[in-house]
């Protein structure tokens, strides 16, 4: 019996189904059946022709791919085994030299993307979308912001590495751990550091958006391009803790939107760590400024003003935040951020007293996130606190067990049932799955 090739159309409508799956399943904590829905959507990906939809659709998994690199701080090893999933066909080498940008050393086709072995848990090294200038715009956008937070992720894991080393502790790899994508970048440095991809996304944003009939902006990646901006700006030592006004006011920007559309929180990729990250840096803006302000008898209405404006940011997001961290599986959520202590600026009784007790904070396992809760601490204390917040957030994955047992109340197990309904379902699901890429 002879088949009809299957139309494009239908393909990637599949591959995009097996995608949201895998969202779903992602945003319920679920990292394994999230990366074996991610494989079987890679597996129809890679019948796929070059299209805008096909790199829209490669854009999009790069980018939540760039929230499992920064989770499992990018060890292979820390995600669970899916072998019953075979890897997607094909090999690294390209032979055809039209479809291979020897300069980034990558293939640009979509098989040539998907097949590449060190894509096959997320996709890292170059941006295969981004270096691409026939890929749709906004894509090329997303795809450079994916790959600035993963060598964002890389920076901060070497820091944390070269800090336990100063202590002693012998973590087994020897010299650098240079990733696919420090490797990459180290390789095209004025191309694809983490501020010029940065930059490169803000343009490509604005060249889409100039030749859009539409009104709409679109919040997510402008939101996204502010945080990176902020995390990536260098202070002066005259700004309030290194912080320079552009970088304030980029804080303060990503915050308020969040305020007035908080549904942005469930945004994919790591949206909701980079709201928290910038809430971290909030605190310490606040702690810097409240000291000096308490110091100062002399100081000026505007000085007070930032210090309230600033203040009242804090107390909205941080409301919405912790909002949406007890809606989070343990396992997904970021910071828990202590509350500012209840002192005055004119008080005497909070001077040397932190105006925000970032001690108390229950950090997130992402040793990229940490960095931005211990900024400013010496090495032993950074290695303190981190040592207490892991005990602490490890109390709070079993609380959360508990609540999936259905221990705690009726409700906590009738949600628990259905869960093991989604999960048998989707396990007889990958198992014909597997039989079928397989063979």
């Not at 000085?303 to 949406?324: Q, S, W, Y």
Request: aromatic share 8%; proline share 4%.
């Amino acid at each position: 019996m002879r088949y009809e090739p299957i139309h494009h159309s239908c393909v990637f409508d599949v591959a995009r189904a097996y995608f949201l799956h895998a969202l779903f399943r992602s945003y319920r904590g679920d990292v394994e059946r999230y990366l074996k829905y991610r494989r079987v959507c890679l597996t129809h990906v890679s019948q796929l022709e070059a299209s805008p939809s096909t790199y829209k659709l490669i854009a999009a998994i790069s980018f939540h791919d760039s929230w499992t690199y920064i989770v499992h701080n990018a060890e292979d090893d820390t995600l669970p085994e899916i072998n019953d999933i075979p890897p997607v066909g094909g090999s690294t080498e390209e032979s055809n030299s039209s479809h291979f940008d020897k300069k980034y050393e990558l293939g640009c086709k979509p098989s040539d993307i998907v097949c590449n072995r060190m894509n096959q848990s997320w996709i890292q090294g170059a941006p295969p979308v981004f270096t691409n200038n026939e890929a749709p715009t906004l894509s090329r956008a997303l795809d450079a912001l994916s790959c600035a937070i993963r060598s964002c992720c890389d920076q901060a894991n070497e820091r944390f590495r070269m800090m336990a080393k100063s202590f002693g502790a012998d973590d087994g790899n020897d010299g650098n751990m240079c990733t696919p994508t420090t490797g990459a970048v180290m390789r095209n440095q004025n191309e694809l550091c983490s501020r010029n991809l940065v930059m490169s996304a803000f343009t490509l944003l604005q060249q889409f958006e100039s030749s859009s009939s539409s009104q709409h902006l679109n919040r997510t990646l402008h939101t996204v391009i502010s945080a990176m901006d902020a995390f990536l700006e260098g202070g002066d030592e005259d700004e309030d803790a290194g912080f320079t006004d552009s970088q304030i006011q980029s804080l303060l920007s990503v915050c308020n939107t969040i305020i007035e559309h908080p549904r942005l929180l469930y945004s994919g990729g790591p949206v909701y760590h980079m709201i928290s990250n910038a809430t971290s840096l909030l605190c310490h803006l606040l702690n810097a400024m409240h000291s000096r302000l308490s110091l100062d008898s002399q100081a000026g209405e505007l000085e007070i003003a930032l210090f309230e404006e600033v203040l009242d940011t804090f107390t909205c997001i941080r409301k919405v935040l912790m909002n949406h961290r007890k809606k989070l599986p343990a396992k997904l959520a970021c910071h828990w951020i202590p509350r500012p202590k209840n002192t005055h600026l004119s008080s005497n009784s909070g001077k040397g007293v932190p105006f925000i007790d970032l001690g108390e904070t229950l950090m997130c396992s992402s040793r990229g996130c940490q960095g931005f809760v211990l900024m400013g601490c010496s090495p032993c204390v950074a290695a303190e606190r981190a040592q207490v917040s892991e005990q602490r957030r490890l109390n709070e994955l079993k609380k959360d067990d508990t609540l999936a047992d259905g221990k705690s109340n009726e409700f906590g197990k009738e949600l628990h049932d259905l869960g093991l309904e989604f999960d048998m379902d989707d396990d007889a699901l990958l198992n014909v799955l597997s039989r079928i890429i397989s063979t």
